[in-house]
C-alpha cells in the first residue's frame, strides 16, 4: 500500500516563507498527476496546486504567485514553496494524487500568525 508522509509545517510570521514536502512510497509517483491540499478548521479540504509528472502546474488563484509546487520523481518527493504567507494560509496541508487516490497521510500544520 502506497503511503505518503507530509513535512515541513509549522508557525510563521504573516509574510514569512514555509516549504513543505511530501515522501510517497512504492515505485509509481513519476507517473503520478500529485497535489497539494488544504483544510483550514470547520472548513472542507481544497485543493491548492497539482503537478504533472512532466511538472505541469495549476494552482488555486488564492494561492497564485506566492506558492510554488515541484516534483523531484528520483527521490519519490513533492515540494511545496510557501511564500508571503498570510494567516488564511493557516491550515493541515496534505498531499495526494490528483484523484486522491491513496490514502490520506497525517498532513503537516501550518500556522500564520499576524
Known amino acids: 500500500q502506497v503511503q505518503v508522509v507530509e513535512s515541513g509545517g509549522g508557525l510563521v510570521q504573516s509574510g514569512g516563507s514555509l516549504r513543505l514536502s511530501c515522501a510517497a512510497t512504492?515505485?509509481?509517483?513519476?507517473?503520478?498527476?500529485m497535489a497539494w491540499y488544504r483544510q483550514a478548521p470547520g472548513k472542507q479540504r481544497e485543493l491548492v496546486a497539482s503537478i504533472t509528472s512532466d511538472s505541469s502546474t495549476n494552482y488555486a488563484d488564492s494561492v497564485k504567485g506566492r506558492f510554488t509546487i515541484s516534483r523531484d520523481n528520483a527521490k519519490n518527493t513533492m515540494y511545496l514553496q510557501m511564500n508571503s504567507l498570510k494567516p488564511e494560509d493557516t491550515a493541515v496541508y496534505y498531499c495526494?494524487?490528483?484523484?486522491?487516490?491513496?490514502?490520506w497521510g497525517q498532513g503537516t500544520q501550518v500556522t500564520v500568525s499576524s
Open positions: 495526494n494524487t490528483r484523484s486522491s487516490l491513496l490514502n
Open positions: 512504492g515505485n509509481r509517483f513519476r507517473f503520478w498527476v
